[in-house]
T-cell receptor, first 112, second 116 residues
């Protein structure tokens, strides 16, 4: 099955700086890549996703890039705010219809 | 309802007892998933139901764990003879899946299980 690697496992940034989280995947058939944000005591929430027919997608301060050749995708958060502090998970959906494979998560801390 | 509903939100049980965790998915979602999340850890896949297909049980950690989905809607995760290592947050998610459809999951808030 698919194997998703996520780095870094922890990330600390100053408010206003940018944060980048990177993921790689192994199944070349994967074609859907969502990102989730999990705040303390809550379930993960979908924040942005990208499909394999595009290389970049942006929604206000967050953007995701996809490089299918290299099999990696990244989450970029600009102008970080303390409320961005959370655990972020990347995921990939490949040849097993409906099944997402998750990275191990990145704990992002934004210091005021 | 508008989201995925899980009950109870918290459950404390004695070692050796059986527990049942419930998940109400979003109406119309064809797929339902159970994950386990231990303190500070990632998302451990347990089981996946898709329509009328046989469920993918490949993530269930032992035969003490079972799940069913009745009428293509509500799901129950059962843990028999609970052990302390079963303590975790159990998350349910649902999704709309079909040929050509690739959609993310909507997660519930989870059930925090504590085995004492």
């Amino acid at each position: 099955g698919e194997n998703v690697e996520q780095h870094p496992s922890t990330l600390s940034v100053q408010e206003g700086d940018s944060a980048v989280i990177k993921c790689t995947y192994s199944d070349s058939a994967s074609n859907y890549f969502p990102w989730y944000k999990q705040e303390l005591g809550k379930g993960p929430q979908l924040i942005i996703d990208i499909r394999s027919n595009v290389g970049e997608k942006k929604d206000q301060r967050i953007a995701v890039t996809l490089n299918k050749t290299a099999k990696h995708f990244s989450l970029h958060i600009t102008e970080t705010q303390p409320e961005d502090s959370a655990v972020y998970f990347c995921a990939a959906m490949g040849s097993t219809l409906g099944r997402l494979y998750f990275g191990r998560g990145t704990q992002l801390t934004v210091w005021p | 309802g508008a989201g995925v509903s899980q009950s109870p939100s918290n459950k404390v049980t004695e070692k050796g007892k059986d527990v049942e965790l419930r998940c109400d998915p979003i109406s119309g979602h064809t797929a339902l998933y159970w994950y386990r999340q231990s303190l500070g850890q990632g998302l451990e896949f347990l089981i996946y139901f898709q329509g009328n297909s046989a469920p993918d049980k490949s993530g269930l950690p032992s035969d003490r764990f079972s799940a069913e989905r009745t009428g293509g809607s509500v799901s129950t995760l059962t843990i028999q003879r609970t052990q302390q290592e079963d303590s975790a947050v159990y998350l349910c998610a649902s999704s709309l899946v079909g040929q050509g459809l690739r959609n993310g999951y909507t997660f519930g808030s989870g059930t925090r299980l504590t085995v004492v």
